[in-house]
C-alpha cells in the first residue's frame, strides 16, 4: 500500500512564502512523476508544478517565476517553494506521483495525497 502524505500549508500574507513537503511510504520499487495539484473553492483541479524523476520541471503559467518544484529520490519527497504568494493562490494543494510498486510491474500506478490548505490572505 503506498500513502503520499503532503505537509507545510497555512496561513500567510500575501507576499509571503510557504515550503509544501510529501512524502510517499509503503511497497515502492521507483517513483516516475511527481506533481503538485491545486482546487480552489468552486473549481476544478489543475496542475501546479511537475518534476520528473530526473528532475525535469514544468509549471503552470500562472505560477512561473514564484513556486520552484524539486525532488528528493532517495526519499522520496516532492517539494513546493512557494514565495511572493497572491490571494488567488488559495486552495488545498494535492501532492501526485505515479509510483511501481514493484519490478514485475511495468506499468505505475497513479497516487494522490489528501491534501493541505493555503490560505493567502490580502
Known amino acids: 500500500q503506498v500513502q503520499l502524505v503532503e505537509s507545510g500549508g497555512g496561513l500567510v500574507q500575501a507576499g509571503g512564502s510557504l515550503r509544501l513537503s510529501c512524502a510517499a511510504s509503503?511497497?515502492?520499487?521507483?517513483?516516475?512523476?511527481m506533481a503538485w495539484y491545486r482546487q480552489a473553492p468552486g473549481k476544478q483541479r489543475e496542475s501546479v508544478a511537475v518534476i520528473t524523476h530526473y528532475g525535469g520541471t514544468n509549471y503552470a503559467d500562472v505560477v512561473k517565476g514564484r513556486f520552484t518544484i524539486s525532488r528528493n529520490n532517495t526519499e522520496n519527497t516532492v517539494f513546493l517553494q512557494m514565495n511572493s504568494l497572491k490571494p488567488e493562490d488559495t486552495a488545498v494543494y494535492y501532492c501526485?506521483?505515479?509510483?511501481?510498486?514493484?519490478?514485475?510491474?511495468?506499468?505505475?500506478?497513479?497516487?494522490w495525497g489528501q491534501g493541505t490548505q493555503v490560505t493567502v490572505s490580502s
Open positions: 501526485n506521483a505515479w509510483i511501481r510498486e514493484h519490478p514485475l510491474k511495468a506499468a505505475p500506478g497513479e497516487y
Open positions: 509503503g511497497s515502492i520499487f521507483s517513483i516516475n512523476s
